[in-house]
Each structure stands twice: as structure tokens, then as C-alpha cells.
């Protein structure tokens, strides 16, 4: 069993920037991915951004050049820099872990004024 606990959300104007992390506890083992998906009232749960053990990273277009996911393997965390936030990056933000199968974190809400 993996643990993943969000931290980081909150209420910030258009332009702005926020910093979300997630820590994994459990049984965490190397050749994993996490990463962040998120969700908007009505919409699907679509791929922000996703980091292997290895390091490599990928992007939805729709971020790429505004968010940055980093994370520290001997400290089993995962960060989310999010600059030039939009309104339409209004969502619940939520951390996963997946090796043979996916854990999910509780989510934290992203919110973003315009």
C-alpha cells in the first residue's frame, strides 16, 4: 500500500503562483511514476504533468512553459511549481504514484481569480 498526502492548494489571482507537494509513504519501490492530475467541476480527470524515478518529465501542453514537477526520491516527495496561473487552471489537483498499480491522494483545490 502507497500513502499520498497532498499539500499546497489555495485561492491566488491570475498570474499568479503556487507551489503544491505530495508525500508518499508505503511501499515505494524504485521504477515508479507520479505525477499530478486534476479535475474541473464537469470535466474528466485529465494529466498535468508526470515525473519518473528516473527523472524524466512530461507535460500537458496546456502547461508547458508555466509548470515545473519536480521530486526527491531519498525523501519520496513530489513538488508541482505552477506559475502564470489562468483561470481555467482552476481545479482539484490530485498527486499519484503508480507501479503496477495507481494510488491517489484526497486532492487539494487549485483556485484561480481572474
Known amino acids: 500500500q502507497v500513502q499520498l498526502v497532498e499539500s499546497g492548494g489555495g485561492l491566488v489571482q491570475a498570474g499568479g503562483s503556487l507551489r503544491l507537494s505530495c508525500a508518499a509513504s508505503?511501499?515505494?519501490?524504485?521504477?515508479?511514476?507520479m505525477g499530478w492530475y486534476r479535475q474541473a467541476p464537469g470535466n474528466q480527470r485529465d494529466l498535468v504533468a508526470a515525473?519518473?524515478?528516473?527523472?524524466?518529465?512530461s507535460y500537458a501542453d496546456s502547461v508547458k512553459g508555466r509548470f515545473t514537477i519536480s521530486r526527491e526520491n531519498a525523501k519520496n516527495t513530489m513538488n508541482l511549481q505552477m506559475n502564470s496561473l489562468k483561470p481555467e487552471d482552476t481545479a482539484v489537483y490530485y498527486c499519484y504514484y503508480r507501479r503496477a498499480r495507481t494510488y491517489w491522494g484526497q486532492g487539494t483545490q487549485v483556485t484561480v481569480s481572474s
Open positions: 508505503g511501499s515505494i519501490f524504485g521504477g515508479n511514476e
Open positions: 515525473i519518473t524515478s528516473g527523472g524524466t518529465t
